[in-house]
């Protein structure tokens, strides 16, 4: 069964930082491009960051670049997001993507004082 799960969210300080996980199990991780998407409350559903599957090409939104990094491990079957300098627009739940179109449960993540 193809599955993606996020973990890492939780409860944050304006300009606190944390770092989510992405596990990806029954497809083969490395062949497929990862993004990270966000939707916050009473907002659409938006792209954060990506990244291709061998060479590891980034992009960002114009939203989060500087302050968020996407990274991946395909030994370990794993994306990641890392985020510095949180600010309270960033609230929301984070999914990730596989670009077969697989979707996370998401993880919730609030940054407030």
């Known amino acids: 069964q193809v599955q993606l799960a996020e973990s890492g969210g939780g409860l944050v300080q304006p300009g606190g930082s944390l770092r989510l996980s992405c596990i990806g199990s029954?497809?083969?991780?490395?062949?497929?491009?990862m993004s990270w998407y966000r939707q916050a409350p009473g907002k659409e559903r938006e792209f954060v960051a990506g990244i291709t599957d061998r060479f590891g090409i980034r992009n960002y939104a114009d939203s989060v670049r500087g302050r968020f990094t996407i990274s991946r491990d395909n030994a370990k079957n794993t994306v990641y997001l890392q985020m510095d300098n949180l600010k309270s627009e960033d609230t929301a739940v984070y999914y990730c993507?596989?670009?077969?179109?697989?979707w996370g449960q998401g993880t919730q993540v609030t940054v407030s004082s």
């Open positions: 993507r596989s670009s077969g179109d697989v």
């Open positions: 029954g497809f083969t991780f490395s062949t497929y491009h």
